[in-house]
């Protein structure tokens, strides 16, 4: 079985999957070492190593030299990267942007923000062989026209949600980030999928879950609500990145809401 199969797995084993977002190599190889499943080259960078106050002003220049840097730092680990802001405009330019992370920085899988309009970008990325990662509810790359809100509250956003986790699953998509959806609506999504479901703030129910490190670490200026610092209780930033990994694997993070 290759390393996606087996990660893949996980889902029908009831093993939790484990994400964290890294930018650079000596966060990588202490991910790596503490056995963090997936680790993330998110596009959060933009936030919180670079300071902005979005995603926006990423460029896809800026994702290959940290993936470099996590794929340096953590030879073994699947690394998924981010398309930044606009780098999915067009099928040509999404392409174009997957193969670059990809051979210039060893990403071995893309994630692409969006509902069943980019459905056509990952059918194109999938018959090429990249392995991608949907990303629907809370979409940091539209804040500036949706806001930073929890997805799913209505009947009818939570159907749309629905629609779109399954039409990305058919196109090709093998793994589903849900960020800000409402915990029901991201167990119902789950259950509906045969690919993990990886949750941020969307309750405990997903087949895994990510975090971004620096909230992780109690560094984040503004670290949302479901995401706790786990640099406590006198333990050292290795002990903290384990103690994610533990309480995700054995179902105490998140607690049931
Ligand atoms: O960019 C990022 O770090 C992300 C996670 C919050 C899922 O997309």
Redesign the pocket.
Known sequence: MNKLAKLLSQKSQGKKLT?L?AYDASFARVLDDCGVDLL?V????GMVVQGHNS?VPVTLDDMIYHSILVRRGAPQAWMIA?LPFMTASSLTLALDSAQQLMQKAGVQMI?I?GDQSVVPIVAALTQQGVPVCA?LGLL?QQALRLGYKTAGKTSQAAEKLLADALALEAAGASML?L?CVMPDVAAKITQALSIPT?G?GSGNQTDGQ???LHDVLGLSAYPPSFAPSFLVNGRTIRDAICAFVHDVRAGQFPSAS
């Open positions: 994400c977002t993330l998110g596009d959060s960078l995603t981010d994630k923000e990303h940091p980030v960020e990886i941020i990510v975090l971004v």
